[in-house]
């Protein structure tokens, strides 16, 4: 059971290239979500979604970007990398609305260096 | 606004004692739920246990259990029998009703010696 998939784990890009970290999801969740965890600064939400077709932004949005074009997937992109992006990444998914269903569950993540 | 607060940025213990990781939070909701994760080195979080902010009883998961004390904010997280493979950062969460965004502490690194 693959539960949440992060693509690339690693990634190393030169300030101004752009990319894309992947997400997916097989357990026909409804909430996906991204976040930035830095160091002695916890995890900080980026973008989030309750559904295909439906995003919003979380805390922390400016130079990101986001679709949700299927249950499954949740892309992030970055549009411009910053040396300030230099970051882990988690993308995770969750059932829909009622807090005993709002168990996350987390990708591996993507630790992303902006050089 | 929300926010969780974890004061021990890191803490000892013994192998097979109890310890204790505190955290507070502030919200304005009536409705919310507190969760704990655990990311151990190789960096995966990993939920450990949810208690609801109308939960009577104190959650327990095994050898987690939630301290949850409403009137002072607080749902510190109790592990009993720790062992080595208990050493890990713990992150303490929070999320109100009717929203989707959950906010986490930035966290408390347990060390477990043996």
């Known amino acids: 059971n693959a539960g949440v998939t992060q693509t690339p784990k690693f990634q190393v890009l030169k300030t101004g290239q752009s990319m894309t970290l992947q997400c997916a999801q097989d357990?026909?969740?409804?909430?996906m979500s991204w976040y930035r965890q830095d160091p002695g600064m916890g995890l900080r939400l980026i973008h989030y979604s309750v559904g295909a077709g439906i995003t919003d932004q979380g805390e922390v949005p400016n130079g990101y970007n986001v679709s949700r074009s299927t249950t499954e997937d949740f892309p992030l992109r970055l549009l411009s990398a910053a040396p300030s992006q230099t970051s882990v990444y988690f993308c995770?998914?969750?059932?829909?609305?009622?807090?005993?269903?709002?168990?996350?569950?987390f990708g591996a993540g993507t630790r992303l260096s902006v050089l | 606004a929300q926010k969780i607060t974890q004061t021990q940025p890191g803490m000892f213990v013994q192998e097979k004692e109890a310890v204790t990781l505190d955290c507070t939070y502030d919200t304005s909701d009536q409705s919310y739920g507190l969760f704990w994760y655990k990311q151990p080195s190789s960096g995966e979080m990993i939920f450990l246990i949810y208690q609801g902010s109308y939960d009577e009883q104190n959650a327990t998961e095994g050898r987690y259990s939630l301290n949850f004390q409403k009137a002072r904010k607080s749902a510190n997280l109790v592990i009993s029998a720790s062992q080595l493979g208990d050493s890990a950062m713990y992150f303490c969460?929070?999320?109100?009703?009717?929203?989707?965004?959950?906010?986490f502490g930035a966290g408390t690194r347990l060390f477990v010696k043996a």
């Open positions: 969460a929070m999320r109100g009703t009717g929203g989707f965004k959950t906010i």
């Open positions: 357990m026909n969740h409804e909430y």
């Open positions: 995770a998914s969750s059932l829909g609305q009622g807090l005993a269903k709002n168990i996350q569950y």
